[in-house]
Structures are given as structure tokens and as C-alpha cells.
């Protein structure tokens, strides 16, 4: 089955951190640029982190210098390390692969920062 999985959401208080996982399909891995995206209740999806088939990276203006985008070959997954979290990081937060040909969702993962 062709899918992405994420994890390591959760709630953490301001000034926190936490890391998300997206485990990709073996066939999946490679074929287009990797993204993570977060929907807060309201508000519309917005691209947090992109990381192309080069390996370059680019982030949203909110979360440069905190959040950190990486993938591991090896293990056909995708990282989000996110430091000094804030309240308006709230949001499901879902891994993305888009190709020439379409593309493929996560089902998502809780993030809630509060005190």
C-alpha cells in the first residue's frame, strides 16, 4: 500500500520542541520534492517546510530559525524538528509528496502548543 504515515505530535508548552516523523512507501521516497504542511482550525493549509529531490530546503517565512527539515535515505523518512515552539504553531501538520504527475497526503498529526 502507497502511503505516508506521520507522528510525534502532541501538546507541548511554549518554548518547547518537538519532532515529527512522516515514514514514506519505499516507492515514494524519491520521486518528487518532500513538504510538511500545517492547517490550523480556520485558517488555510500553508507550506511549512520543502525539500526538493536535490536536497535543497526551503521554509515558511513564520518558522525559519526554529524549524528544521531533514530526511533519511535509509529509513524512507522525513523529519520536522521544530524548537521554541509558539502558541500559533497549533495546527495538524501533514507530510506531502508532490510529483509531475499528482500528489499524496498524510493523514496528519496534532501539534498544540500551550501552556
Known amino acids: 500500500q502507497v502511503r505516508l504515515v506521520e507522528s510525534g505530535g502532541g501538546l507541548v508548552q511554549p518554548g518547547g520542541s518537538l519532532r515529527l516523523s512522516c515514514v514514506v512507501s519505499?516507492?515514494?521516497?524519491?520521486?518528487?520534492?518532500m513538504d510538511w504542511y500545517r492547517q490550523a482550525p480556520g485558517k488555510e493549509r500553508e507550506m511549512v517546510a520543502r525539500?526538493?529531490?536535490?536536497?535543497?530546503?526551503n521554509y515558511g517565512d513564520s518558522v525559519k530559525g526554529r524549524f528544521t527539515c531533514s530526511r533519511d535515505n535509509a529509513k524512507y523518512t522525513l523529519y520536522l524538528q521544530m524548537n521554541n515552539l509558539k502558541p500559533e504553531d497549533t495546527a495538524v501538520y501533514y507530510c506531502?509528496?508532490?510529483?509531475?504527475?499528482?500528489?499524496?497526503w498524510g493523514q496528519g498529526t496534532q501539534v498544540t502548543v500551550s501552556s
Open positions: 519505499r516507492s515514494l521516497f524519491n520521486i518528487g520534492a
Open positions: 506531502n509528496i508532490a510529483w509531475s504527475g499528482g500528489s499524496i
Open positions: 525539500i526538493s529531490l536535490g536536497g535543497i530546503i
